[in-house]
């Protein structure tokens, strides 16, 4: 076991104080600081996680301005510091001052050795609780990663990556059809990794994002001078991914003319450039992505169905972030474990009521939109944990169920919060259990009678 004591700094004035604190924590390694600029290299060398703080500093030693300058400065340097104010100055504005500027407690002159050696265990305690909480927030989200990049703990998630996985090894064109936001992107990644041709190159176009008078050079590329502005001969999409793979996203905005020419590639693996008079042989995967409905445009001519059956050798549905029940909470977490520490490292975690708002929420732009609702409330938090007002959700509107049969609404309702409290506990089955309040082995009779991964 190791013998290496806790730090714990001391920051106090008082000569005889000093010597009196350092003695009483034989357990602690204690260091001493009486000023301010003191107690900041000692901070930024030692890193203590609990400080005792005495806010009558000097030059202010008779107020508290000196104090509270360094508590604020400890918080935005190390906010995970347990401070605990020592002060005989208006002690209950102080106290309310203080923990509303961040110090984890507060007790007040004259100093009660054995009270103040309570509050400073405990104190250490909590630091490490959090310290390990912190931990497996950093770990954790690993254990739901599939693909090598998708984090999802849903059992339709994990059934999309585990499709995409039996046909990675393959040839075989794949089209990804789901709502803007759900991860197509991402997934078509996971798949040009998890197959053989992870080596080469994988590229990515945006079909809808380029004009149609562009895009067929964008995607077959051009020879010098075959038009104004040609003025050097240029790879193409489909050539640059010679190899690898070629991502067609919002495959639906192709139009009827390029379509042709996008199925003479598919049909014989071969391109003319523009302008160009001679076949280029190409080995690109192609796998493609929309939101739209192509049986629609299909029946209304806008889609060619023979180029459809060429696109969609497999097709793979992603679900919205709706129906993905526990991955809200998991990527939310996730994202503001990311942003906290690049804009605002004083965020810790969420607050119950936005954890609840998470859970409720349609997730109309799904993963996207959880995205940018959590780096916006980082960014706008003015405590430590968000809050549903920072993430800016309202009040769940109840959905008016379609079914009043009582077992299936029942059974719907135990399958949504079995699932809830996993990803809440991160598949922990004795923290799910809790949660719900019922046994392990009721938890465990449960998950085999709805048939539930965890």
Known sequence: M??????????????????????????????IAGDRQSAITLLRA???PVVTLDLGLPPDPDGVTEGFALLDEIMAIKPD????VA????????????????????????????????IVRRALHVWKLELENRLLAIRAPDNHRVLGRLLTASPEMVKVARTIERVANTNVSVMLLGASGTGKELLARGLHDASPRAKGAFVAINCAA???????????????GAFTGAVKTTEGKIEQASGGTLFLDEVGDIPLQLQVKLLRFLQERTIERIGGRRSIDVD???????HQNLDAMIADARFREDLYYRLAEIVVRIPALAERTGDAVLLARAFLSRFAAEMN????????????????????????????????????????LVTAADLDLAEPVAADDQTLNLKSAREATDRRMIRHALARSEGNISGTARLLGISRPTLYDLLKQYDLQH
Not at 2 to 26: C, T
Not at 87 to 113: M, N, T
């Open 46 to 48: 030692e890193e203590p």
């Open 284 to 290: 690109t995967r192609i796998v493609c992505a929309t």
């Open 345 to 384: 490292p004083a965020v810790r975690g969420f607050a119950p009521d936005a954890l609840t708002a998470i859970d409720a929420w349609g997730w109309p732009g799904n993963v996207r939109e959880l995205e940018n609702r959590v780096k916006r409330a980082v960014i706008m938090a003015d405590g430590k």
């Open 2 to 31: 190791s013998s290496i004591r806790p730090k714990l700094l001391i920051v106090e004035d008082d000569p005889g104080l000093q010597a009196q604190l350092k003695w009483a924590y034989e357990d602690f390694d204690v260091l």
């Open 81 to 84: 510091t347990k401070v605990i």
């Open 210 to 224: 380029i004009p149609e008078n562009l895009l067929e050079s964008e995607l077959f590329g051009h020879e010098k």
């Open 87 to 118: 002060s005989g100055h208006g002690a209950r504005e102080s106290a309310l001052r203080a923990i509303q500027r961040g110090a984890y407690d507060f007790y007040a002159k004259p100093v009660d050795i054995d009270a103040i050696g309570l």
